[in-house]
């Protein structure tokens, strides 16, 4: 079994619809939580990062974190054509060593 | 300014050959990561260099991987007698100081090598 599970997806969703994005994982260690967005042929670009469990909004962006049930989630509001991308989740017990998600392909269509 | 960038950004090569993979980080910054990222799949971390020595570099999958970061700055990745199942994108991401748990990485393109 693998530390981060995601769903790769595809998952299409019209313009201006509420896009939830999902992880679990297995190591109680784990503290630090993040969401990465990656174009194709492009390197993954941070979009948001937390600590611990909690809320943490920035713009149409929401991070959620629960680490009583091991489980992270990615919500985009009034999602746009721009969005389209593959999301990886991504996290850390501390340091350096990020361990990352497969990705889930989000299609926003106009 | 500029950002991580990685060459060549394509790599074709024959089964058995060497090949070499450069990153050049975001100017500053001490923290330097190597990642490999096969289709379907996230990163898979490999080595992590703090300025010239490689802190961990318990991802790398083989002793046929090799990585250095002589002057702190560029890095190298070297891969000796290629095999098939080395076909990925090679990412290099930089931060700057490293292990700083709120530490933004940022990363390269990638180079992806194809392995004939």
């Known amino acids: 079994q693998k530390e981060v599970e995601q769903d790769p997806g595809p998952l299409s969703v019209p313009e201006g619809a509420i896009v939830s994005l999902n992880c679990t994982y297995s190591n109680s260690a784990f503290q630090y939580f993040m969401w990465y967005r990656q174009y194709s042929r492009k390197g993954p670009e941070l979009l948001m990062y937390?600590?611990?469990?909690g809320n943490k909004e920035d713009g149409r962006f929401t991070a959620q974190v629960d680490k009583s049930s091991k489980y992270i989630s990615l919500f985009i509001r009034d999602s746009q054509p721009s969005d389209s991308a593959t999301y990886l989740c991504a996290m850390k017990a501390g340091g350096f060593k990020t361990i990352f998600g497969a990705g889930t392909r989000l299609f926003v269509k106009a | 300014g500029a950002g991580v960038s990685q060459t060549p950004s394509n790599k074709v090569t024959e089964k058995g050959k060497y090949v070499e993979l450069r990153c050049d980080p975001i100017?500053?910054?001490?923290?330097l990561y190597w990642y490999r990222q096969s289709l379907g799949q996230g990163p898979e971390f490999l080595i992590y260099?703090?300025?010239?020595?490689?802190?961990?570099d318990s991802g790398l999958p083989n002793d046929r991987f090799f990585a250095v970061r002589p002057e702190g700055s560029v890095s190298t990745l070297k891969i000796q007698r290629t095999e098939r199942g080395d076909s990925a994108v090679y990412l290099c991401?930089?931060?700057?100081?490293?292990?700083?748990?709120?530490?933004?990485?940022?990363f390269g393109p990638g180079t992806r090598l194809l392995v004939l």
């Open positions: 260099f703090q300025g010239t020595g490689a802190a961990d």
């Open positions: 100017s500053g910054h001490t923290a």
């Open positions: 937390t600590y611990s469990s």
């Open positions: 991401a930089s931060s700057l100081m490293g292990g700083g748990y709120q530490e933004t990485q940022y």
